[in-house]
């Protein structure tokens, strides 16, 4: 075994994770950190390194279990790996899925329902920093998959090493280590780990390329390349955008037609995602659509990403006026997140937020703020159990000062986060840009 090999082979120790968590600096003082735990060799790894980085910072760590319940075998699992924490002083807490499950794509749901778990987690106990154990393989798989579906140069650069979400970011430190070396790390400490089935279930798209071993290491040319089309987008947004406290934005045609056809496809992705609050970027052919049109001399008036796009010189982006929820809340110490643009605080009690009714509630507030008609139906106001009692964006209540309600636009990325992050093979290669 050559000693490149064995370097690949080898455990991980207290300086090389030292050297991976690096990458993510300048930390806090005293971090405290959440890891995503699931039982498996990756995420154990990742949790025991953890706790041992942050006892050396005086930090404080706290392990999530994700119990999705697709398995009879599920909760106790949960619990057992819960358990293991417990015996190592981890502090734990175990996440269920308790929504209704899907027909089909159980998968995605699945994939979905756990990172909605681990956010809320780590927002309601104000940590900043979620850790996942994604490694070279899990990489290899994405890019893979991703190449399948047809995506393009930033869906195959693959998982970004750092996601920044409101409140919190994302931090993948193994990107760059294979999986062997993760398993070593739990038998140096000898460690067992658990096995999940379905990752072998060939109904799973993912187990289904697992099965076919020998994936194509990620290009890194495509990280590179994203690298500097995200850095091309936060250097063009100043110029081309404006953005107000009702979630809406004014797009300067001029400075679009400008773009380079690649940057001006994901200011596109960019702005309708935050605009109309969407987990996933609208499709590339009405991305296409759209750039076509705004490139054109005619006004615009369309929609894309559940937004209306409408304007001549200057084009208003607002989020179009359905399929806007209504939650019911009890208020207190958790912000109340609706349709993933607004954060809405709200004091103990039981209430409803829901969207602005023109017909009804400008009967009981009038219009003191003056907001124009073309986003009001699209903005939250709370009920309580006898009717309006705030409309937060015309700073109006019929509650005192002491219950105080606010609604800020808070969306779930901003237009433009940290750059894209990414480490290959087993050596730690962070591309850092100024």
């Known amino acids: 075994m050559t000693c490149a090999t064995a370097d690949l082979l080898s455990p991980l120790d207290a300086g090389t994770f030292d050297a991976l968590m690096a990458t993510f600096e300048p930390w806090e003082m005293r971090p405290r950190l959440a890891v995503g735990l699931s039982g498996g060799a990756d995420s154990k790894a990742l949790t025991l390194l953890a706790r041992d980085w942050l006892a050396a910072r005086d930090g404080e760590l706290v392990a999530l279990v994700v119990d999705h319940g697709l398995r009879p075998e599920a909760a106790p699992e949960a619990e057992a790996v819960a358990a293991w924490c417990r ?16 027909v089909s794509g159980i998968e995605a749901a699945a994939r979905s329902a756990r990172h909605d778990l ?4 780590v927002e309601r106990r104000g940590i900043l920093h979620l850790l996942l154990a994604h490694h070279v393989d ?7 998959m991703r190449r399948e579906s ?23 430190p193994f990107l760059g280590v294979p999986r062997e070396r993760l398993v070593a790390t739990l038998k140096t400490r000898h460690e067992t780990w658990v096995e999940d089935p379905m990752n072998r279930d060939t109904r799973f798209a993912r187990a289904r390329l697992r099965s076919r071993g020998n994936l194509p290491a990620p290009d890194c040319n495509m990280a590179t390349a994203r690298i500097r089309l995200e850095d091309d987008l936060a250097a063009a947004l100043p110029g081309l955008l404006t953005l107000d406290r009702f979630g809406a934005a004014a797009l300067d045609r001029r400075v679009f037609r400008s773009l380079p056809d690649d940057l001006a496809r994901l200011v596109l992705m960019s702005v ?39 304007g001549d010189s200057t084009v208003s982006v607002t989020r179009e006026a359905r399929h806007l929820p209504t939650v019911t809340a009890n208020g207190g110490f958790d912000p109340v997140v609706w349709d993933r643009r607004f954060r809405v605080v709200l004091p103990k ?23 124009a008609s073309r986003i009001e139906r699209t903005l939250p106001v ?9 409309v937060p964006h015309l700073d109006w209540t019929t509650l005192g000062a002491n219950q105080a309600i606010r609604a800020r636009f808070v969306p779930p990325q901003p237009l433009s986060g940290p750059r894209f992050t990414l480490s290959y093979g087993a050596g730690i290669d962070r591309v850092r840009t100024p």
């Open 382 to 390: 709370i009920d309580g159990l006898e009717g309006l009692v705030a």
């Open 118 to 121: 681990l956010k809320r987690a």
């Open 150 to 172: 047809g995506s393009g140069t930033r869906g195959l650069a693959g998982m970004s090493a750092c996601v920044e979400w409101a409140g919190y970011r994302v931090l993948r």
């Open 349 to 371: 009690g039981t209430w409803t937020v829901r969207p602005f009714d023109p017909a009804g509630d400008r009967e009981v507030c009038g219009n003191p703020s003056g907001f």
């Open 272 to 310: 309708a995602r935050l605009v109309g609050g969407l987990e996933h970027a609208p499709r590339g052919d009405r991305i296409e659509a759209m750039a076509g049109a705004l490139r054109s001399a005619e006004p615009v008036s369309r929609t894309l990403g559940r937004c209306h796009w409408k």
């Open 138 to 144: 899990d990489q290899a798989e994405t890019v893979a």
């Open 87 to 102: 015996r190592l002083a981890i502090n734990v807490e175990v996440l269920r899925w308790q929504s209704t499950r899907p």
